[in-house]
C-alpha cells in the first residue's frame, strides 16, 4: 500500500501530519455485518467505523479476532437502531450489537474524565467528533479507524509505527499510563506479540510510573502476563525487568535476573537461563508458566562450597510451594496451578533410559504430564551451558523412546490399568482399608518392572501368595 502524506495539512491538536492511505491501494476486509452495522447507523445520521485492533491487525494483514465499531451515535439510540443489543459497558457508551451469531461492541465516541484509580475514569463524556475518542486510545498503532468507503484515519502516525516497528503511546505517554497504568503491560504484550520495539518516551515514562501497577487488579496483570508469554518473544519480560515492571507484581523473578549460577552446567544466571528457556519451549500457556517458574526456588536455596562452585539443592520442592504463592497472587484458577506446580516439582527428576525407570517416572509424575516434562526437560538442557548438553539431551532421547514404546504397547502405568481392582480383592478376602491400598501400590509397582504380569489371573496369584510380590518374575 502507498503512503500519501498531507503537506501543510496539521493536526492542531497534537502537532503531528495527518496520515491517509490512497483509497485505491487500501481495502480492509470488514465482515458484512460490521458493514450492515456501519450503514443503519449512516442511514440513522450518524457517522461510524470499524476501530482499533482490528484496523491495525488489517494493516498489518492478519485476521482480526473481532471487530469493535466506533460511532457518533449515542448508546440509547444505538439500541433503539438494533433489535439484539446487550448492555455490555453502557455507562461507557458500548453496546454489544448481535449480528446472527456473531457480536459487535459498538461504542459511542467519548472523553475520558479524570482517572482517579489509574485504570477507570470518573466519568465519561459523549461527544459528536472521531478526533476526540480516538485522541483517548493507548497508542498509535490502536489509535486508526477505518471506514469502507472514506478509507483510513490515521491522525497520529500509527502506519508509520506500524511500517517502523515501534509501540508509541498517543501524546504523552506519562499522561497515558496515569489514565491507566495496565497500559504499561500493554506496551510490553504488544512488542512481545508483533516484535515491535517500545519507542525511548514511552520506555522512559514506563520507567517512571511503574509502581502504578500495584493499582492494578491481579486479574488484569495476569491476563496481560500469559499473553506476553504465550507470545513469539517472552522474553520481553526482560525489558520488563529492567524497567522496574516485574518487581510490582514478580519480584521473585527480578531476584533470579539478579542471581549468578557459577557451575559448569550454566552459563547465565537463573533469570536469564529461564528466559531462554522460554524461547525453546511452544508457546503453550502451562508449558510457558511451568518454564517461568521452574527454576523460581533456585535463589532461595543456592549455597557456594570451598571452590566457588554454586548448588542448588531441593529448588524444585522450594519452587514448587513458590510457584504456588505466586500463582494464587496472580489469581490463576485451581487446575492451572496444580498443574504447573506438578511440573515445577518434577521438572528435575531424571529417569534412566530403560523401559523400568521410564515406567516409573510416568508412574510418579503422570501419564497426563510426562509428555510436558520432556518438553520441558528439552528446553531447560538446551537453554543451559555447552557442558554436557550432548549427554544430556542423548538420555533425553532414551527415555523419550522408551516412553514411546510404552505407549505403543499400552503397559500399565498407574492403578486404573491395573488388571485387578479393588472389586476383585474383596472377592479374595481382602477388606477395604489401608490393607487393599498397600496391596494395590505391591501390585502396581510389581507391575511397573514386570509388566507382562498384568494379567487378572496372575495378579491374584499374586494376591494368594504376597511373598512372590518381593521379587517380580
Known amino acids: 500500500m502507498r503512503l500519501l502524506r498531507k503537506t501543510g495539512q496539521k493536526d492542531g491538536l497534537l502537532g503531528q501530519s495527518i496520515l491517509n492511505i490512497e483509497k485505491t ?14 450503514r443503519i447507523l449512516e442511514d440513522a445520521g450518524y457517522e461510524a467505523y470499524v476501530v482499533g485492533g482490528c484496523v491495525r491487525d488489517c494493516v498489518l494483514g492478519r485476521t482480526p479476532n473481532d471487530w469493535d465499531i466506533t460511532t457518533s451515535a449515542p448508546p440509547e439510540r444505538v439500541k433503539e437502531l438494533f433489535h439484539r443489543t446487550v448492555d455490555t459497558g453502557i455507562q461507557h457508551g458500548t453496546v454489544t450489537v448481535l449480528m446472527g451469531h456473531e457480536p459487535y461492541e459498538v461504542t459511542t465516541y467519548r472523553v475520558d474524565g479524570l482517572y482517579e484509580d489509574c485504570r477507570h475514569p470518573k466519568k465519561v463524556t459523549f461527544t459528536g467528533e472521531l478526533r476526540e475518542d480516538l485522541c483517548r486510545r493507548d497508542f498509535t498503532i490502536n489509535a486508526m479507524a477505518y471506514h469502507p468507503v472514506r478509507g483510513l484515519v490515521d491522525l497520529f502516525g500509527g502506519v508509520d509505527d506500524i511500517a517502523s516497528g515501534v509501540i508509541r503511546c498517543v501524546g504523552d505517554p506519562e499522561e497515558r499510563f496515569s489514565e491507566d497504568a495496565l497500559r504499561m503491560l500493554r506496551a510490553l504484550r504488544f512488542s512481545a506479540q508483533l516484535g515491535f520495539s517500545v519507542e525511548e518516551g514511552t520506555r522512559e515514562a514506563i520507567r517512571h510510573k511503574a509502581e502504578t501497577l500495584q493499582h492494578i487488579s491481579a486479574e488484569r496483570i495476569q491476563t496481560e502476563l500469559v499473553k506476553i508469554l504465550v507470545s513469539p518473544h517472552p522474553d520481553i519480560l526482560r525489558d520488563a525487568y529492567s524497567l522496574g515492571v516485574t518487581k510490582v507484581f514478580l519480584p521473585e523473578f527480578d531476584v533470579c535476573m539478579e542471581t549468578e549460577q557459577n557451575t559448569p552446567h550454566h552459563c547465565y544466571t537463573v533469570g536469564e537461563h529461564i528466559l ?157 482399608g489401608k490393607e487393599m491400598g498397600q496391596l494395590l501400590a505391591a501390585l502396581l509397582e510389581h507391575v511397573l518392572e514386570a509388566p507382562e504380569d498384568n494379567v487378572r489371573e496372575v495378579l491374584l496369584d499374586l494376591v494368594r501368595c504376597p511373598e512372590k510380590l518381593e521379587k517380580p518374575r
Not at 25 to 38: D, F, G, M, R, V
Not at 342 to 348: A, G, I, K, S
Request: proline fraction near 5%; glycine fraction near 6%; include cysteine.
Open 276 to 432: 531462554h528457556a522460554l524461547l525453546l519451549i511452544p508457546e503453550d500457556r502451562i508449558l510457558r508458566l511451568s518454564i517461568l517458574l521452574h527454576d523460581i526456588g533456585k535463589p532461595a536455596v543456592k549455597t557456594t562450597d570451598p571452590d566457588g562452585r554454586d548448588h542448588f539443592k531441593m529448588h524444585p520442592v522450594v519452587g514448587e510451594k513458590m510457584a504456588e504463592t505466586i500463582l494464587r497472587r496472580l489469581k490463576f484458577d485451581n487446575d492451572t496451578i496444580h498443574t504447573v506446580c506438578r511440573l515445577v516439582l518434577y521438572h528435575d527428576v531424571r529417569p534412566k533410559g530403560t523401559m523400568t525407570s521410564v515406567r516409573k517416572a510416568v508412574n510418579r509424575i503422570g501419564e497426563d504430564l510426562f509428555p510436558s516434562f520432556l518438553l520441558i526437560q528439552n528446553a531447560d538442557i538446551r537453554a543451559q551451558s555447552m557442558y554436557l548438553r550432548k549427554e544430556k539431551l542423548g538420555g533425553l532421547g532414551e527415555v523419550s523412546a522408551c516412553y514411546q514404546e510404552i505407549v505403543r504397547l499400552n503397559q500399565c502405568l498407574s492403578l486404573k490399568d491395573l488388571a485387578v481392582t479393588g472389586r476383585d480383592l474383596i472377592g479374595e478376602g481382602i477388606r477395604p
Open 25 to 38: 491501494n487500501l481495502k480492509l476486509q470488514i465482515p458484512p455485518q460490521a458493514e450492515k452495522i456501519i
